[in-house]
């Protein structure tokens, strides 16, 4: 892989997305062979969290051990960082220690500031800007789900395929949102965002997505999202913007995704979510739990996309 850090979805050209989606691919049939395969012995992972987790930590720290290191959890509230030492100084003296630094934070200047006073990878696990890892793991999911491509591992993933699905994310135009659109476009996949009017993903990535690709689309019309292939939503109101929760909450009644949503999709439409859920509002429990919702592949992919991630970056 090119890029040192994963910062940004931008920081992967398409080969690298195929590399790692091909790497998640062998490392995920050795995990369900029970095959141990542990390329990263000795190795550490520091995982910095400032906000809440459960997949992205569970999912990386039982991933660095499957691949044969260590993962060390960090409380952002633990840290000297809280305290007023510097994320240049936190960069530094972490690299010290460790091969690599996972970071879950607000503020995605800081990840590319630890980013740049690091000697070691940097991986984001989500700021507000962006949730690369997330993505990857969705269109991993979507892969599976929509090109069933035979699972042989010397087999290079088609996936041409991919262009022909109409994927539609509802909700707010959050950090996952912005991942998930500029990933579909470097994959020149059709991707339509709806959302209410003042919602919509950051403007410079959605630039960034419509200047790769012409299948990028925002609308604030639920009626785009008819004759989908993928439905994907995640939550109104992110961390961080808890104080927003009611304004949200009558603001986007409208987007949620529901039978009736879904009827107007195609029959094989998939449902996702990057989750955790807030069942009732963004997604009703009929359409979460139901025949269409793969939400539990995609938390499950996270596992192989990140020990891919992890693989490429820290060996
Ligand atoms: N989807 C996701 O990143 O979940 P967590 O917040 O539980 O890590
Ligand atoms: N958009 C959500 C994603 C959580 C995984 C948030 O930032 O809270």
């Known amino acids: 892989m090119k890029t040192k850090h994963l910062i940004s979805i931008s920081d992967l050209e398409k080969t690298d997305i195929l590399e790692i989606f091909e790497t998640a691919r062998d490392l995920k049939s050795k995990q369900k062979s029970g095959k141990k395969y542990t390329p990263l012995t000795g190795k550490t992972l520091a995982m910095i969290f400032s906000k809440p987790s459960t997949r992205t930590r569970v999912s990386f720290e039982t991933g660095i051990y499957q691949l044969g290191g260590l993962g060390l959890f960090l409380s ?25 630094i996972m970071i879950r934070t607000f503020n995605h200047k800081d990840v590319a500031e630890l980013a740049e006073h690091s000697t070691v990878p940097v991986i984001n696990g989500l700021t507000d800007l962006e949730h690369p890892c997330q993505a990857l793991g969705d269109v991993f999911t979507i892969i599976e789900h929509k090109l069933k491509i035979k699972n042989d591992a010397s087999l290079k993933l088609k996936i041409d395929g991919l262009n022909k699905l109409k994927v539609v994310y509802i909700g ?6 912005n991942s998930l659109m500029l990933l579909c476009a470097k994959l020149s996949m059709n991707f339509t965002v709806i959302t209410p009017a003042g919602y919509e993903p950051d403007k410079n990535i959605f630039n960034s997505a419509k200047e790769i690709s012409a299948d990028i689309k925002l609308s604030n ?66 359409v979460i739990d139901g025949k269409n919702s793969v939400v539990f592949d995609q938390a499950e992919n996270r596992l192989h996309i990140q020990k891919a991630i992890m693989l490429l970056l820290m060996k």
């Open 221 to 286: 019309e639920v009626s785009e999202s008819s004759g989908a292939d993928i439905i994907y939503t995640d939550v109104w109101t992110s961390m961080g913007k808890e104080e927003e929760k009611e304004k949200r909450s009558t603001i986007f009644k409208p987007y949620q995704v529901n039978n009736y949503l879904l009827s107007k999709s195609k029959p094989d439409c998939i449902v996702m979510h990057c989750l955790p859920a807030k069942r009732g509002e963004e997604i009703t429990n009929d």
């Open 172 to 177: 707010d135009g959050n950090n996952v949102a």
């Open 76 to 100: 952002g509230q633990e840290l000297q960082l809280r305290r007023g030492e510097t994320i240049s100084d936190t960069a530094k003296t972490l690299s010290r220690y460790v091969d690599g």
